[in-house]
């Protein structure tokens, strides 16, 4: 089983920055094709955020994010990030790790202008609020 855990998030004001952080546990080794970053404003739909691709590198952000969020992960595999920079208060939601890996249960997918990906495993969740 994989277990991703999240971290780092908090309250800041607008124009501030958070880094979040994802521990992920994965003792049978299985293979992953991306991870990623998606979110649950208040009272709105879940949309992503970022995705990396294993394979490609690709990487891809929801347009709202473009330029002040950086996604990234450590050499060994054992932590994907979230780099916030210039906080808005529209940023403040639930930010969930997540990942497709094989094996697997059935994926979701999720998508919203300009960048889709699917996933089987995700967090709890970090809470991340900014203030005007």
């Known amino acids: 089983q994989v277990q991703l855990v999240e971290s780092g998030g908090g309250s800041v004001q607008a124009g501030g920055s958070l880094r979040l952080s994802c521990a992920i546990s994965n003792p049978a080794g299985y293979t992953y094709k991306s991870l990623s970053w998606f979110r649950e404003p208040p009272e709105k739909e879940p949309e992503p955020v970022a995705v990396?691709?294993?394979?490609?590198?690709?990487?891809y952000y929801h347009k709202s994010v473009e330029g002040r969020f950086t996604i990234s992960q450590d050499s060994a595999t054992t932590t994907l990030f979230l780099q916030m920079n210039s906080l808005k208060p529209d940023d403040t939601a639930i930010y969930y790790c997540?990942?497709?890996?094989?094996?697997?249960?059935?994926?979701?997918?999720?998508?919203?202008?300009?960048?889709?990906?699917?996933?089987?495993?995700w967090g709890q969740g970090t809470q991340v609020t900014v203030s005007s």
């Open positions: 990396l691709y294993h394979d490609s590198g690709g990487i």
């Open positions: 997540s990942g497709l890996f094989s094996p697997g249960g059935p994926a979701r997918v999720i998508s919203a202008y300009g960048i889709a990906f699917n996933y089987n495993y």
